[in-house]
């Protein structure tokens, strides 16, 4: 008879004899003591617990105290970390939780900062930028501005070529951080004078120079899997339903989707592009084409649109090895970037660029996709100086006919748009004498 039979016949059998009963006895009293000790050591175990647990809060502020207080050396330590904003006029009005990354407060404002800090990083460490050499880029700006102030951190010249319809806040800026800056007529990708094909012809002339090469250098993308996607889940402690974003080079999207989906694969991943660019093609349907760019055989420019830096007429390699973690897409309008500059500024006192924008409208429109209760995080990755002489510049708006007018209530509820012969809409022509400052709502995402 094992143990537990034993037991059970001292506490259960028929016959109990004196001696039973007194084991019987012996046996409570022993499990009584046993009881008591047991429930003395939980105690004890609660109690250190709870020492460990204040000791781990206590360790986590003083943690955090000094990240905040952290000195950091040099321009590159200030790259990244950026802090993450609850959007509240989007969030209640969508009846789900926006958040939005803040990368325009990188030290050269954008995100950019990143990538061109890691293509730097990769090139020295490939031998291919070497002490002293120049640097080369074709650019809408942003990503030139991050290089000119890392090259001046680094040791090295810089060289930009920029389109001539891109704002001249970012020219002046780009001169300002020393760099050299080459204005070329705005052609499709195609034509030997595109912007980006000048830079590498440049840089192949010159001994002494590197191409930087953004659109398909994957240390782009690799800049933001490593950094900001890692970020936005430690921030967010992983609690967020989807990811949205523009996509020019098509580098943040890329690694951000695909860090998120590491993580979680039911993470949406959600394109906005806008006008003119064929990526919402390339996502819903497998072709890299768009009825907008058909002049592309002609060797112009594509499709005009206010933004810059997002939207594209070819797959770059940075765009292709995350668009399988892209999920969805949609299009997005001029005019419903313009007012969102102007919705975010008014409501929540947050001054953003194009791309930032455009970003935000990708937000609503996913948000209505989704329904209620869900959580949706994008990047603001643009500041809104930088937009000053065409985003809030109320001239240039009139003269693209992206000023909307208001009704009585104050809303733009009464934004009237018509489908062209492929269905696309178009901006009417009556979107004139509007006022940033009256009080608007979101009825201008269609």
Request: overall charge negative; some cysteine.
């Amino acid at each position: 008879m094992d143990w537990n039979e034993l037991m059970h016949h001292h506490l259960f059998g028929k016959g109990k004899s004196v001696f039973g009963v007194i084991q019987v006895a012996g046996v409570v009293v022993v499990g009584t003591i046993l009881g008591v000790k047991i429930f003395n050591l939980m105690m004890q175990r609660r109690s250190i617990h709870m020492i460990e647990t204040t000791k781990d809060e206590s360790q986590l502020q003083l943690e955090q105290q000094a990240s905040f207080g952290e000195i950091r050396y040099g321009v590159e330590e200030l790259i990244g970390r950026t802090p993450m904003v609850k959007l509240e006029s989007l969030s209640e009005a969508t009846g789900c939780t926006i958040y939005a990354k803040c990368e325009m407060l990188n030290p050269g404002g954008s995100s950019k900062d990143r990538v061109a800090l890691n293509i730097i990083l990769e090139g020295e460490k490939q031998g291919l930028l070497k002490p002293g050499g120049t640097i080369y880029e074709g650019t809408a700006g942003s990503t030139g501005i991050s290089l000119a102030l890392l090259a001046n951190a680094r040791g090295y010249k810089c060289v930009i070529i920029m389109a001539d319809d891109m704002a001249m806040e970012k020219e002046l800026m780009l001169a300002t951080l020393g760099a050299e800056i080459r204005r070329v007529k705005a052609v499709s990708i195609v034509h030997r004078d595109h912007y980006c094909n000048v830079a590498k012809r440049l840089a192949e002339e010159d001994p002494m120079g590197f191409y930087a090469n953004q659109f398909e250098n994957v240390a782009n993308a690799q800049a933001h899997y490593e950094t900001t996607g890692k970020e936005i889940w430690q921030q967010l402690h992983g609690d967020l339903d989807a990811f949205v974003m523009a996509a020019g080079t098509g580098g943040t999207i890329s690694g951000v989707g695909q860090y998120l989906r590491h993580q979680r694969d039911s993470i949406r991943v959600c394109l906005i592009d806008p006008p003119g660019s064929s990526l919402y093609h390339k996502v819903v349907s497998g072709v890299t084409y768009t009825h907008q760019q058909s002049e592309k055989a002609l060797l112009r420019n594509r499709y005009d649109t206010i933004t810059e830096g997002i939207g594209i007429d070819r797959l770059t390699k940075n765009f292709d090895v995350g668009l399988k973690y892209i999920t969805d897409a949609f299009q997005g309008e001029d005019i419903e970037a313009v007012y969102m500059a102007h919705y975010l500024l008014k409501h929540e006192g947050i001054f953003i660029g194009s791309s930032s924008a455009m970003n935000c409208v990708g937000v609503v429109k996913l948000a209505r996709k989704l329904g209620k209760g869900h959580t949706i995080v994008t990047c603001l990755c643009d500041q809104g100086h930088r937009s000053m002489s065409k985003l809030y510049n109320d001239e240039f708006l009139r003269k693209w006919n992206l000023v909307p007018i208001q009704n009585e209530e104050g809303d733009a509820s009464n934004i009237q748009n018509e489908d062209d012969d492929a269905g696309n809409i178009q901006n009417s022509s009556n979107m004139l004498d509007f006022h940033v400052k009256d009080s608007m709502d979101l009825s201008f995402i269609k």
